[in-house]
């Protein structure tokens, strides 16, 4: 209170630029949103690629024998220790490799929806 008489500072005038800087900090707000608003209606960004087309002769139905086959040889408890690190035989890995890109291929054509 002190300071205030001592700078000539009033209570209409501390109201005044207590008022603006709320203005000024709600335009900014309002911009803000504006412009991410904005940037999301471009079309662009992350948004659902859709299902990606499959190679020529594959279906989701060959996938799927192809992954069962995989399964019934033990593929998905290779595919588990894979993920944990341990070290696996060449053939076993290049089952878990299959595997793995059998399952993105599925995946990513949505043949599970």
């Given amino acids: ?3 205030r008489r001592r ?3 009033t209570g209409d005038e501390e109201a005044f630029v207590a008022r603006t800087v709320s203005k000024i900090v709600q ?3 309002v911009a803000a949103m504006a412009a991410t608003l904005a940037g ?3 079309g662009e960004g992350f948004g659902d ?3 990606l087309p499959l190679s020529s002769g594959q279906s989701c139905g060959t ?4 992954l069962d086959l995989l399964d019934r040889k033990g593929t998905q408890g ?12 060449p053939k076993d890995k290049a089952d ?6 059998l399952l993105n291929q599925y995946l990513g054509a949505r043949c599970h929806a």
């Fill in 49 to 51: 690629p859709g299902a």
């Fill in 78 to 89: 290779k595919v588990e220790a894979a993920s944990q690190g341990k070290k696996l035989a």
């Fill in 96 to 101: 878990v490799d299959r595997y793995n890109t």
């Fill in 1 to 3: 209170m002190f300071r």
């Fill in 63 to 66: 996938i799927r024998q192809e």
């Fill in 7 to 9: 700078l000539g500072i």
């Fill in 40 to 42: 999301c209606a471009d």
């Fill in 27 to 29: 335009y900014l707000a």
